[in-house]
T-cell receptor, first 111, second 114 residues
Framework: QKEVEQDPGPLSVPEGAIVSLNCTYS??????FMWYRQYSRKGPELLMY????GNKEDGRFTAQVDKSSKYISLFIRDSQPSDSATYLCAMDSGSARQLTFGSGTQLTVLP | GAVVSQHPSWVICKSGTSVKIECRSLDFQATTMFWYRQFPKQSLMLMAT?????????EQGVEKDKFLINHASLTLSTLTVTSAHPEDSSFYIC??????????FGPGTRLTVT
């Protein structure tokens, strides 16, 4: 079993839809959670960073963490074609000081 | 957010030659830098972790004599692919972090070995 499981998609939605991206994890030591967006042939861009259970909102993006269920989500409201990219969840236990990534979800927002 | 640059963005080299890739943190001091490799439609594969002034820690299966990493300052790390072969062709990405846990990634370097 992988430490982090992420639905690879691909996921295709119409413009304006709400998108839900999810990851589950098995290592209860993970304390820090990140979502990255990666466009084709570019490096990942940090979108959201959180370290506590609950919701964190930044513009159209909301990151949700449920440590009791070992489940994290990223919601994108009013999705735009420019949101079309691969989204990676990533986690850190703190002691390892390196990230464990999900496999990535490829999202396409259709105009 | 913090900015990490990489140079070059794309390099083509002949088999048997060496290639150096630079990674710089532009507006913060990076206590730790990471080097990743990524194949098409796959996630990032960590190659090594480096701390300023000390030897890099390589992941299992990564040849340290082939992928030389130097982290000479708090803003610069270099990856040298020695005696490159076509199978080394890939997308190489660095990342950097301060004392907190966010990692900021560079734009990546596409290496093609002919």
């Amino acid at each position: 079993q992988k430490e982090v499981e992420q639905d690879p998609g691909p996921l295709s939605v119409p413009e304006g839809a709400i998108v839900s991206l999810n990851c589950t994890y098995s290592n209860s030591a993970f304390q820090y959670f990140m979502w990255y967006r990666q466009y084709s042939r570019k490096g990942p861009e940090l979108l959201m960073y959180t370290y506590s259970s609950g919701n964190k909102e930044d513009g159209r993006f909301t990151a949700q963490v449920d440590k009791s269920s070992k489940y994290i989500s990223l919601f994108i409201r009013d999705s735009q074609p420019s949101d079309s990219a691969t989204y990676l969840c990533a986690m850190d236990s703190g002691s390892a000081r390196q990230l464990t990534f999900g496999s990535g979800t490829q999202l396409t927002v259709l105009p | 957010g913090a900015v990490v640059s990489q140079h070059p963005s794309w390099v083509i080299c002949k088999s048997g030659t060496s290639v150096k890739i630079e990674c710089r943190s532009l507006d913060f001091q990076a206590t730790t830098m990471f080097w990743y490799r990524q194949f098409p439609k796959q996630s990032l594969m960590l190659m090594a972790t480096s701390n300023e002034g000390s030897k890099a820690t390589y992941e299992q299966g990564v040849e340290k004599d082939k992928f030389l990493i130097n982290h000479a300052s708090l803003t610069l790390s270099t990856l040298t692919v020695t005696s490159a072969h076509p199978e080394d062709s890939s997308f190489y990405i660095c990342s950097a972090r301060e004392e907190t846990y966010e990692q900021y990634f560079g734009p990546g370097t596409r290496l093609t070995v002919t």
